[in-house]
Structures are given as structure tokens and as C-alpha cells.
């Protein structure tokens, strides 16, 4: 059985695609580490990088060639300022060369990474990388399967699970309840026993602590950055203005301080929506812009649970703090898990029910158990998020993470609060649909959807409209 911690459904990274950026990214950094255990680095005269199916029909909207480039030059998308982004890749690109471990080589951007149209057969995102010496050739295929997960076609990917195992080992949602039962504890605490299995409890605090504050910078830095996104379609910064608009001229100098200042404000309804749609937009603005967000469980999807977290903090209860950070973290994580396990977390392989669907479901049960949702009422609360998102498509225009995603985040958090609000007014014992359900008929929604809707930009709003029209 996989073992999925909380941290590999959390990631942090560079946007704007956890399938399209990261993946490709670690992947580019996963054959730079096989040339250096091959003892092949310092030979190599030429290496080219073959882009298949999705990444390559949406690859330039996606940033998936930078991903390439950033991850060959040895950078690392977590802690790289991103600042250094644009002067790294401008180097590449007008010296013609690029820095391989410990040496440079050739490297022509516009001829040595090729956007093949054609689909590999075991997923849709593959990469294929090549790497000449004087005498030899070696190349490897890897594949992005969503969320920033990389793995080979023929590579044993349990081989870590053998060698570690959860003490509560959970493939579905109602073996997840039954340990829950059996054990007479939350699903938070069920996961912290098997997170702490790989870690120590310092670890795992530090850990959620570090995600939690990558989640709040990008809040802040989105509502405090305004203009045009970057990538050709003009799209304006929204969360500038609504944020603006909202908090006034009240006065504080970090996140934690505007936090704070937040929680102060008196709130009505129909600002709610507003400060939740603000906090979604202002992550994935950032991530539109090759900021570091967390993917949670994709960087497409990555604004739903810092805003819905948020809306916890600093409308629900005001006292909350760490312990209830980490709750809401543990929790999301498992159920992106068993996602992943039984369906996809991959827009390229289930359309955006795959990502927006995943997150707002992650979210509704978090903010369930914080709300005092049983676990029976958590699980619900994760199946009606998703059962409101099941066939939706992924048609971002010119390939872009842009329109309609960002507006998407806003859309899947608002649902998922909604959705914990109805599970806890239900008696979760009797639900008609369970989790596992409605994870099986998502994954057999994604297998009977149009190759078209599903991350190529060659359907939906990406025909209809397309970058000439904006």
C-alpha cells in the first residue's frame, strides 16, 4: 500500500503548474543527480529535452521549458528566489549555454527543448531527456503525474513503501473511518501517528509551520501586488484592488500583524465572500506570475486552502492558532491522498475536477473537523465538495493558468465551506453517497472525458475565446 505523507500532498514550489512546472522541474533535476552518479556529468557535450501530450500543448503557458532549464542549472524551485528566475533563464537563453553541474555546454533554447504534440502512452505528461558525451548517449523518460509527483515508467514505485509502513495504512475513505472508530480518535490524529512514523513531532511541526507561513506570504504578497500577469493575456491583478477595498487604511507591516489586523475587522456577509474570493485570487495571482505557493494538492488549485484556512482564522474563531493550523493541514492532506490513490490529483489525466474538485473537497473536510465535524461528517463533507465539481474540464486559454483557473479557486473555496456547513447539519451515518464513491466515479468521469478537456487548450474557453480575443 502507498504511504502518502501529509508533506507530499503539500509541496512548496514555483507556479503556475504543479504537473507542468514542478513535475518537469524535479524531473530535470532527478536526471542531473543519474548523470552524477553515473560519473557522466563532466562529459557531457549536449543534452535535449523532448516535451510529449500535454506538456507540450500547453508547455509555454505552463512554463514547462523553464521548469526544464531551471531544473538542468541545479536550482531548486523551493527555496530559489524567485527574483533570480528571469536573470538565470535570460542567461541561458542569450548565451546559448547552460551551467550542468559543474560544467557549460551548448544549449539552444529554441532547438534543443522540442514541444512534440504526440501523447507517450503510460500518462499524459511526459518528458524525455537526452544527454550526448563523446562516446555515449543516455536518455530517460520521466512522467508528471500532478501535484509535482515524478515518477518513471518501469521503476517500482513501492519500493519505498516496503521498506516503510504506516501503522494506520489507508487506501480509502472507509478504512480511514473504521481506524478512526477503532481507535476513538480524529482524523488529524490518525494521521499525526502515521506522520510520525517518518518524522519527529519537532519535524512535523516545524514542517506544517513552514507550509502554513508559505501559504500566508503568498496571501499577502497577492493582495499587495497590483498590474498585468505576465504571459500575453492581460489579465489584471484583481486581488490589489478588492483587498484595498476591504481592509481600508488600518495599519501593519508583515503577515502576521495584517492577519491580526484582519481578525480585528468587523465582517459582514456579504464581505465573507469577498475576503475569501480576495485570499484565493491572491494566491493563485502569485502563482500566475511564477511566485512560490504550496501546491495543495496541484499549484493550479493552490488558493482554495489558504482562503478557506483563512476564512477559518479570521472569521470563525479568532483564538485559533497553531494547533488548529496544523489540524486543518493534516487533515487536508490525508484526503488528497486517498484521492490520489483511488482517482487522479492530475488535470492533464481528469480534467479540473482533478484539481479544483481535489482541493475544495481537501478544504471542506478540514474546516469540518475544526468545526467539530465527526469524522463520518468530515468524510462527507469532502464527498460534497466533490460531487459538486465532478465533470469539470480544464480548458485554460493559450495554455495559461489564468482564465478561468485563478477565478476557479475562488469558486471550489466557497464550495468548500459550504460543503462543511451542510455535513454538519446532516447526519453523516446515513449519506447517500460515501467518499469512496464518489472518488471512483470522478476517476471514471476523467477516463470517459474528451482528451480535449483535459489540459491541451483544445476545448472549451480555450477555443471559444483564445488569446486573439483578449
Known amino acids: 500500500m502507498e504511504c502518502i505523507s501529509v508533506f507530499d500532498m503539500l509541496k512548496i514550489g514555483v507556479g ?15 536526471f542531473l543527480k543519474e548523470l552524477r552518479n553515473r560519473n ?19 508547455g509555454k503557458g505552463h512554463a514547462t521549458d523553464l521548469a526544464v532549464m531551471l531544473g538542468l542549472s541545479g536550482a531548486d524551485p523551493e527555496y530559489i528566489p524567485v527574483e533570480s528566475i528571469d536573470v538565470i533563464i535570460s542567461a541561458i537563453k542569450n548565451k546559448k549555454e547552460i551551467f550542468l553541474g559543474n560544467e557549460i555546454i551548448p544549449f539552444c533554447f529554441e532547438t534543443d527543448i522540442v514541444f512534440n ?26 512522467y508528471s503525474i500532478g501535484g509535482g509527483f515524478v515518477v518513471k515508467e518501469k521503476e517500482d514505485h513501492h519500493k519505498d513503501e516496503i521498506l516503510h509502513s504506516f501503522p494506520f495504512p489507508i487506501e480509502k475513505a472507509d478504512e480511514l473511518l473504521a481506524f478512526c472508530a477503532q481507535e476513538k480518535k480524529k482524523i488529524s490524529e490518525i494521521v499525526y501517528e502515521n506522520e510520525k512514523t517518518m518524522r519527529s513531532e519537532e519535524e512535523i511541526h516545524n514542517e506544517l509551520l513552514r507550509i502554513w507561513d508559505t501559504m500566508l506570504e503568498c496571501m499577502y504578497i497577492g493582495c499587495h501586488s497590483e498590474g498585468i500577469l505576465p504571459g500575453g493575456l492581460n489579465v489584471k491583478r484583481r ?73 477559518y482564522l479570521v472569521i470563525e474563531n479568532h483564538e485559533a492558532g497553531e494547533k488548529e493550523i496544523k489540524q486543518f493541514l493534516m487533515v487536508a492532506g490525508e484526503i488528497g491522498s486517498i484521492f490520489k490513490k483511488g482517482a487522479t490529483i492530475s488535470a492533464a ?17 478540514a474546516l469540518c473537523e475544526l468545526m467539530g465535524g465527526t469524522p463520518a461528517q468530515v468524510t462527507m463533507a469532502a464527498e460534497i465538495a466533490m460531487e459538486h465539481h465532478l465533470g469539470l474540464t480544464c480548458d485554460p486559454i493559450g495554455g495559461l493558468v489564468q482564465v478561468p483557473c485563478i477565478e476557479r479557486n475562488t469558486m471550489g473555496a466557497i464550495k468548500a465551506i459550504n460543503a462543511a456547513e451542510l455535513a454538519l447539519e446532516t447526519d453523516a451515518l446515513h449519506a447517500k453517497v460515501p467518499l469512496d464513491k464518489v472518488i ?18 483544445e476545448g472549451g474557453l480555450a477555443v471559444a475565446v483564445g488569446l486573439a480575443d483578449c
Not at 503548474?17 to 532527478?30: F, V
Not at 557522466?40 to 500547453?58: A, F
Not at 471512483?440 to 487548450?457: G, L, P
Open 40 to 58: 557522466l556529468i563532466d562529459t557531457i557535450i549536449s543534452i535535449k529535452v523532448d516535451l510529449y501530450g500535454s506538456l507540450s500543448l500547453t
Open 239 to 311: 486581488a490589489y484592488d478588492m483587498h484595498k477595498n476591504l481592509i481600508g487604511v488600518l495599519p501593519y507591516e508583515d503577515p502576521y500583524s495584517w492577519l491580526q489586523i484582519i481578525r480585528q475587522t468587523e465582517v459582514k456577509f456579504r464581505q465573507i465572500l469577498k475576503w475569501v474570493s480576495c485570499f484565493a485570487l491572491a494566491v493563485n495571482e502569485v502563482n500566475a506570475s511564477l511566485g512560490r505557493v504550496v501546491t495543495a494538492p496541484t499549484n493550479g488549485s493552490a488558493g482554495v486552502i489558504p482562503a478557506v484556512l483563512m476564512y
Open 16 to 30: 503556475p503548474s504543479s504537473s507542468h512546472t514542478l513535475g518537469p522541474w524535479r524531473a530535470a533535476e532527478q
Open 117 to 142: 504534440r504526440n501523447f507517450l502512452p503510460f500518462h499524459a505528461n511526459g518528458l524525455t531527456f537526452t544527454a550526448k558525451t563523446d562516446t555515449e548517449t543516455y536518455s530517460e523518460t520521466f
Open 440 to 457: 471512483n466515479t470522478m476517476w471514471e468521469t476523467a477516463k470517459d472525458m474528451n482528451t480535449k478537456y483535459k489540459e491541451t487548450s
Open 349 to 365: 489525466m481528469g480534467g479540473c475536477q482533478a484539481e479544483i474538485g481535489v482541493s475544495s473537497a481537501m478544504a471542506a473536510a
